[in-house]
């Protein structure tokens, strides 16, 4: 892959700050609402998930739990999921009897968070949600039912706010799409 350029290789800019601010906030006032008379537990999907998390649970204002995990799709192209999972970081905390909110930074094909929701199931949460900040409808091979979702997008391969091409990308502040050059000098 050639050097990537942050703001030089952005054909367009999806999702500005001043949306993911404003989305950011009003989920976590949801969130605030609905888990008001008990404690809970977020558990987040590094590494795309990990701006979305660190703003949502800051506009969380009800006492809540964090953990972790780390999961990777086996093989296929840079920006396909193949839709075998692997566990790379498991959660550092039983999640029995608790109400656990997954936040997941974008849900494309569905296949990631289907197996994660199986996984996270068999533990014997109290309850289990899903929060995503992105959702891809146009590519979804299996049904997830969203509870919390931020915007729903178009069919097209975005990076920014945690989202990556070849692990790069991530620290642009919204969501954008990548020039086609990008892609095809890799
Ligand atoms: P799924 O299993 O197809 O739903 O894919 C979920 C994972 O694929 C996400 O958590 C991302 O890591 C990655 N992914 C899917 N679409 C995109 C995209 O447009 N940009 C960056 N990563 C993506």
Request: hydrophobic fraction near 45%.
């Amino acid at each position: 892959m050639r050097t990537p350029h942050l703001v030089d290789d952005i054909a367009e800019v999806l999702v500005s700050e001043d949306q993911l601010r404003h989305k950011v906030a009003e989920l976590g006032a949801r969130l605030s609402a609905d888990y008001a008379s008990r404690p809970l537990t977020l558990v987040s999907v590094l590494k795309g998930s990990l701006p979305f998390m660190a703003d949502l649970m800051r506009a969380i204002t009800i006492p809540l739990t964090l953990d972790l995990m780390e999961v990777s799709s086996y093989g296929g192209a840079v920006t396909q999921t193949s839709g075998l999972v692997r566990i790379l970081k498991d959660l550092s905390a039983s999640i029995e009897g608790k109400d656990v909110v997954i936040v997941e930074d974008i849900i494309d094909t569905g296949l990631t968070l289907n197996y994660l929701m199986r996984y996270l199931r068999g533990k014997n949460p109290q309850s289990l949600k899903i929060c995503a900040l992105l959702d891809k409808p146009a590519r979804r091979l299996v049904d997830i039912d969203i509870d919390y979702r931020g915007f729903s997008i178009p069919d097209r391969f975005v990076i920014g706010y945690g989202l990556d091409y070849a692990e790069f990308y991530r620290n642009l502040p919204f969501i954008g799409v990548l020039r086609p050059e990008v892609y095809g000098a890799s």
